[in-house]
C-alpha cells in the first residue's frame, strides 16, 4: 500500500512539473507580454527597462527556473490589470466556483444514482426509456445553451429566478456562503442545474449500467435467496458495488465541473475563477492565466492521486495489478 | 509482393461471386442499420444538414457578408418582417441586419467545416500512433499512453483553453485546438482494438510473407480495426461541434468576421434579456439539430457494430 501511494505520489509530481512547462512555455515564450505592458510610444531604453525588469532578457530555463521557485512559495506574480497577487485574485474567487461546483455534483448525484438504478431494475419499462433518452440529450445539448434557454425560460419568460450575479451571501469562517440565503440559493439554482446536467446524465449512465451487471451477480441471488428484502438487497448489496465507477466518477468530474464552470461561470455572470479566467484571456493578463491553469493542473493532479488511492482502497484487485507490472 | 499473391492469401476466392443476393457483411451492416427508425431519421438528416452547408451559398436567401446588401436599418427585426431589399427575414435579423436564415446557413458551413475538419486530421494523427502503440509496444507504448492518459485526466475545454488562450484567434488554431484535444481519444480506441488483433494469425502470416512494417500495420492490421473507431469518429465530430460553439460563445475560437453557429448564439446573448430571443434561440436549435442527430446516427453505428451485441 505505501508503496503504491509514494509511487502515485512521484508520478504526480511529474504531471505537475510537464504541465508547469508547457504552460510556462505556451503562455511566456508565445506572443511578447512587453507588447501589452509597455506605453506604445515608449522608446527603446524603456522598453529595455522592463525587459529586464521582467527577467525576459534571460535564457528560457532560467525563466523557467525562476517561475518554479516563485512558483513554490506560492507567487504567481502580479494581475497586470489589477496589480494585486494573481494568487490572491484566484483565492477570492474561489469559494464561488467550489460551491457551484459542489451543489452541481450533489443535484448529479442525489437524482442521478436513483434514476439509473431504476432504470437498470426496469430497463424496459417507459419511464426507464425517458430517462435514458433525456440522458442522452443532457450529454449531447451544449451546456452553454441549455444555460441561455433557461435564462429565457425561469428569467425572461417567467420571471421566477435571477438571471445572473450571486445574490446575498453569509460568511463561514471568513468564506462568503450563498447557500445559507434565501436569495443565494435562488441565484445558484439555475447555474448549479446548468452544470449538473451534463454530469447528472453521466451519473445516470454508470449508476444503470453498474447496475444492470450486478443484478446478475451471484451474490444478489444468494442474498435473494436467503429471503432479503428487496429494500436491503438494492440498499446494501446492490448499491455498495455499483458505486467504485461512481466513486470515480465523483472524485474526477469534480476537478471536471471546475473547468466546465468556465461556461457556467460566463452565461450566468457567477464571479468566480472560471469568469475570472475568461477575463483575463480577454484582458491579455498574462499571470492570472497562469496562475488558474497551474491551480487547475495541481486540483487535477491532486484528484487523480485521491481517487487512485481510494480506488484501490475500494477494489484490491487495482492495487495487485499495479505491484505486479 | 504483388497484389494478387496477397489477395490469395487472404482468400480471394470469395470475391469472384458476384451473385445478386448474396449477403454480405456490407449489406448486413446496412440491413442491420435501417431496422432502427429513429436512427434513419438520423442518418437522413445529417445528410440533409451536410447538403445544406455545401450548397449554402445556392440556398441563402440573402449573402450576410456582403456588406453592400447588409445595412443596419434592418437590425433586429422579428421573424417574418420585411426587410429593407425586400426578402422576408423568416426567421428575424440580428443586431447588425443581417438575416437570420442566411447567418445560420453560414454559420453551420463553418461548425461542420471546422467540427469535420478538425476530426479528419485528429483521425489521421491518432490512429497512426494508436497502431504504432499498440504493433510496437513496449517502451514506445508506454511512452504514447502515457502521454494519452495525462491528457485525457484534463477535461477538453480546458485543453482547449489553454491552447487558445495562447494562440489567439483563427479557424486554424481552434482547428489546431481540437485536433490536440481528440487526437488521444482516437490513439485509445485505436489501440484497445489493435491490440487485440495485433495476436490474430493473419497479422502473423502476413508478416511471415515479408511484408513491410507500415503495409502490414495500415492493410492489414487497421481495417479490422475499423469498427470501433467510426464509432468515436461519429461522436467525436458531434463534441467538436459542440465545443467549439462553446469556445466562440466563450469568445476564444473564431474572429467576429467569420461566425459559427456558437459565435451567433453568442451575440444573441446580450439581446435574450430584452426579449430578441430569435437571434439566440434559432442557431442554438440549428446546433442541436446538427450535434443530436450525430450523436443518433453514433448511437445506432455503435449498436449495430458491436459484436457482442449481434444475434
Known amino acids: ?325 | 509482393m504483388s497484389a494478387v499473391q496477397e489477395n490469395a492469401a487472404n482468400g480471394g476466392a470469395g470475391q469472384s461471386q458476384s451473385a445478386v443476393e448474396v449477403e454480405t457483411p456490407f449489406r448486413r451492416f446496412v440491413a442491420d442499420y435501417m431496422e432502427n427508425k429513429i436512427a434513419v431519421f438520423g442518418l437522413v438528416s445529417v445528410f440533409l444538414v451536410v447538403l445544406i452547408a455545401l450548397f449554402g451559398p445556392l440556398i441563402a436567401p440573402t449573402d450576410p457578408y456582403d456588406l453592400a446588401s447588409v445595412t443596419f436599418m434592418d437590425n433586429k427585426l422579428a421573424p417574418g418582417e420585411q426587410m429593407g431589399s425586400g426578402v422576408t427575414a423568416l426567421l428575424g435579423t440580428d443586431g447588425l441586419g443581417r438575416d437570420m436564415v442566411s447567418a445560420m446557413i453560414y454559420g453551420l458551413r463553418i461548425s461542420l467545416g471546422v467540427g469535420i475538419g478538425s476530426g479528419i486530421i485528429a483521425l489521421l494523427i491518432g490512429v497512426t500512433f494508436g497502431l504504432c502503440a499498440a504493433y510496437f509496444g513496449g517502451k514506445v507504448d508506454t511512452v504514447i499512453m502515457r502521454i494519452v492518459d495525462i491528457q485525457l485526466s484534463f477535461p477538453a475545454i480546458l485543453v482547449a483553453l489553454v491552447l487558445l488562450a495562447t494562440l489567439g484567434k483563427g479557424v486554424d488554431k481552434i482547428i489546431a485546438a481540437l485536433v490536440v484535444v481528440q487526437w488521444a481519444y482516437y490513439a485509445r480506441t485505436v489501440r484497445g482494438s489493435a491490440l487485440v488483433e495485433r495476436r490474430r494469425e493473419y497479422i502473423e502470416a502476413a508478416t511471415c510473407l515479408g511484408l513491410s512494417k507500415p503495409r502490414v500495420i495500415f492493410r492489414h492490421m487497421l481495417p479490422n480495426c475499423l469498427p470501433p473507431l467510426i464509432v468515436v469518429a461519429t461522436m467525436q465530430v458531434a463534441h467538436a461541434i459542440s465545443l467549439e460553439a462553446t469556445l466562440s460563445f466563450l469568445g476564444l475560437g473564431l474572429p467576429v468576421t467569420e461566425p459559427s453557429l456558437g459565435l451567433l448564439i453568442a451575440n444573441g446573448f446580450e439581446y435574450i434579456m430584452s426579449g430578441m430571443y430569435w437571434i439566440s434561440v434559432y442557431p442554438g436549435l440549428a446546433l442541436l439539430f446538427t450535434i443530436v442527430t450525430i450523436n443518433l446516427v453514433g448511437d445506432r453505428l455503435r449498436d449495430v457494430l458491436n459484436p457482442r451485441l449481434q444475434k
Open chain 1, 1 to 325: 500500500m505505501t508503496v503504491f501511494v509514494i509511487r502515485r505520489l512521484l508520478q504526480a509530481a511529474l504531471v505537475v512539473l510537464i504541465m508547469s512547462l508547457l504552460v510556462f512555455g505556451g503562455v511566456f515564450l508565445v506572443g511578447d507580454p512587453v507588447e501589452m505592458l509597455v506605453a506604445d510610444d515608449a522608446d527603446q531604453a524603456e522598453r529595455e527597462m522592463m525587459i529586464k525588469s521582467m527577467g525576459l532578457d534571460l535564457p528560457f530555463y532560467l525563466q523557467y527556473l525562476r517561475f518554479i521557485g516563485n512558483a513554490l512559495q506560492g507567487d504567481m506574480g502580479n494581475s497586470f490589470v489589477f496589480q494585486e497577487s494573481a494568487m490572491h485574485l484566484i483565492a477570492e474567487r474561489m469559494p464561488a466556483t467550489f460551491e457551484l461546483a459542489f451543489a452541481a455534483l450533489f443535484i448529479a448525484v442525489v437524482l442521478g444514482i436513483p434514476l439509473g438504478i431504476y432504470a437498470g431494475l426496469n430497463a424496459n419499462s417507459w419511464i426507464s426509456k425517458t430517462i435514458m433518452t433525456s440522458s442522452i440529450l443532457g450529454f449531447s445539448l451544449p451546456t452553454f445553451w441549455v444555460g441561455i434557454m433557461m435564462i429565457l425560460f425561469f428569467a425572461v419568460i417567467m420571471g421566477w429566478l435571477p438571471s445572473s450575479g450571486r445574490g446575498d451571501t453569509v460568511n463561514v469562517f471568513g468564506i462568503p456562503i450563498s447557500l445559507l440565503t434565501l436569495d443565494g440559493l435562488s441565484h445558484m439554482l439555475l447555474p448549479a442545474v446548468n452544470l449538473a446536467l451534463f454530469k447528472l446524465s453521466m451519473v445516470i449512465r454508470l449508476a444503470r449500467a453498474g447496475t444492470r451487471e450486478v443484478v446478475h451477480q451471484d451474490y444478489i441471488k444468494f442474498a435473494r435467496a436467503k429471503g432479503l428484502s428487496d429494500t436491503r438487497i438494492i440498499g446494501v448489496h446492490l448499491f455498495k458495488n455499483i458505486m467504485i465507477p461512481v466513486v470515480t466518477v465523483l472524485g474526477l468530474e469534480f476537478g471536471g465541473l471546475v473547468a466546465f464552470s468556465v461556461v457556467t461561470e460566463t452565461v450566468f455572470a457567477w464571479p468566480g475563477m472560471g469568469k475570472l479566467l475568461i477575463d483575463s484571456i480577454n484582458f491579455l493578463d498574462r499571470p492570472v492565466i497562469v496562475a488558474y491553469l497551474m491551480f487547475v493542473v495541481v486540483l487535477f493532479v491532486c484528484i487523480n492521486l485521491i481517487v487512485d488511492v481510494l480506488y484501490s482502497v475500494l477494489d484490491p484487485r487495482v492495487r495487485l495489478q499495479e505491484m505486479k507490472s
